[in-house]
């Protein structure tokens, strides 16, 4: 079971990672939109086509103008990809229309969704999800009488259950969101239907489960707002039980809807409070930090040392996602993860790692390169469940650059003076390429070297497998106990399919992929 479902994540994961995950976001929500005006065109929803594309233009128009107002006073880099994500997200939320006074609610929705990015904010990090803090004013507002449009969420008609479905998931593949709201989908289902349960039995009706739940399924918005706005990054905490309390509140919210006078609280107002929890288990913003060195570690691997104002906290194996700004940014976007190599006892002093030796790097990858020391980049925070379990024995497998978390795990245990069970697997093109083995072997592990050719002399504990190819059978021959340890792969997608079947064998498995940037 852990074979197959590892290479069939590692694959479509390996195209994906080469694409931004703000990128992809309106690639998928283009998609959905000229599906809705398909689908509208031939009458299978109610919203005319005229009516979600005046929607449409005054969502961005809004949107954009007030980000980039924002970005000019802040003096900020005037980047627009965040309405380009809002705006779809609101038409699907919103009912569409054509009126004046309705269009003037979509438009104070856009205004509010990219003003509360910067006005509802913690250290240069919005708190809420922004077309649910759009969405929830035009709520409020029907609640008080006014006549400014609602909130519809018509995303939930029949015909849009499948699109929906395909497109969200692709999306929740590239921001490795997939368990957190199937979580969310299924506790959202289960309080739904026990809800519907209750209000059935006080009618004095009896209840066709099977045509709740059906409908719960393809008409309600629960698919949509965990797709497309639950799994926002940037409102999510860093750790992964974090996420999932998270995702229940949101649920039992969703599923149970409390009411306030007139106020019913809809699947927006859901998530609001679900950010609001979030930020609590996890109060994070912006890292600022200024590169203090750059070190070539090994021909095509840079280090990049940065300095912090106030020590970051992070648990080592987790990684930082970088924001370097820069003119014209292809469709990998300007935001990258980078794992951190240094310890967190390393600190004030961050250090992250990354490959530059490709024939055609990324714009993003020829920005980093020109940062000079005593230049400031913003991290929008640290994230990953990538963390070693205690007291359990371990096998660790990297390959090539794929050796940074383990690298962090290492100095660690190093720093600490911990004594762990620990069998490393570092596959390298060669000798050169086995960057960080004086921070590796100052842990004391042992190590099994995979290269092509014999890597010359080692540190003590190190060997040289013998220039085989890492495969599944290879593995379970230079690591006989992997039965008894929890195996933890770094590296390209490709070498995780290949190994998925000796990995099955493992206690457990955890796995961070490396899909290029």
Request: glycine share 8%; with cysteine.
């Amino acid at each position: 079971m852990i074979a197959s479902l590892t290479a069939a994540w590692s694959r479509p994961f390996a195209v994906l990672g080469r694409i931004s995950m703000y990128r992809l976001m309106v690639y998928a929500l283009s998609v959905l939109t000229l599906v809705a005006l398909l689908v509208s065109a031939l009458g299978m929803v109610l919203p005319t086509p005229g009516e979600l594309l005046a929607t449409l233009a005054v969502l961005l128009i809004v949107s954009v103008a007030v980000d980039v107002a924002a970005h000019l006073l802040l003096r900020l880099p005037v980047r627009i990809e965040s309405s380009l994500i809002t705006a779809p997200i609101l038409l699907f939320v919103l009912w569409p229309t054509l009126e004046p006074a309705g269009l003037a609610g979509i438009a104070l929705a856009a205004a509010t969704a990219s003003a509360s990015k910067y006005v509802i904010a913690w250290r240069g990090r919005h708190l809420l999800n922004p077309a649910a803090a759009g969405a929830t004013v035009i709520a409020l507002c029907a609640a008080l009488g006014a006549s400014l449009g609602t909130t519809a969420w018509w995303v939930g008609a029949d015909v849009l259950f499948a699109p929906v479905l395909l497109v969200g998931l692709v999306v929740l593949w590239r921001v490795e969101k997939v368990r957190v709201v199937a979580v969310f989908w299924i506790a959202a289902l289960a309080v739904s239907v026990l809800h519907a349960s209750i209000q059935y039995a006080e009618a004095g009706i009896a209840i066709d489960y099977g045509t709740v739940v059906w409908q719960l399924v393809v008409s309600s918005p629960i698919l949509f707002l965990g797709a497309f706005m639950l799994s926002e990054p940037l409102t999510l905490p860093s750790r992964r039980w974090q996420q999932y309390v998270v995702a229940l509140v949101v649920a039992a919210l969703v599923g149970w809807p409390p009411v306030i006078g007139d106020f019913v609280f809809g699947a927006e107002t859901a998530l609001l409070v679900g950010n609001v929890v979030a930020f609590a288990l996890g109060a994070r913003s912006g890292i600022r930090l200024r590169l203090r060195e750059r070190r070539v570690v090994a021909p095509g691997v840079t280090e990049l040392a940065f300095e912090t104002r106030r020590p970051l906290r992070f648990v080592a194996g987790q990684y930082l996602e970088l924001t370097v700004p820069h003119r014209r940014p292809d469709a990998r976007g300007t935001r990258r993860e980078l794992s951190i190599v240094s310890a967190p006892e390393d600190a004030p002093l961050v250090r992250v790692a990354y490959r530059d030796a490709t024939a055609t790097p990324s714009t993003y990858k020829r920005a980093l390169a020109s940062l000079e020391p005593g230049g400031v980049l913003t991290a929008t925070g640290v994230w990953g469940d990538f963390t070693l379990r205690a007291g359990e024995p371990l096998l660790l497998v990297a390959a090539g650059i794929g050796v940074t978390p383990f690298v962090s795990q290492l100095r660690h245990l190093a720093a600490t003076g911990e004594r762990r069970d620990i069998v490393v697997v570092y596959v390298a093109s060669g000798a050169a390429q086995l960057v960080f083995r004086d921070d590796i072997a100052a842990a004391g592990v042992p190590v099994v070297v995979v290269t092509p050719e014999d890597p010359g002399p080692l540190p003590d504990g190190w060997r040289w497998a013998g220039g085989h190819r890492l495969d599944a059978a290879s593995l379970g021959t230079l690591v006989p106990d992997l039965a008894a340890r929890h195996a933890y792969v770094s590296g390209p997608p490709a070498l995780i399919a290949d190994l998925a079947p000796a990995l099955s064998q493992a206690r457990s498995l955890t796995t961070d992929a490396f899909a290029g940037y």
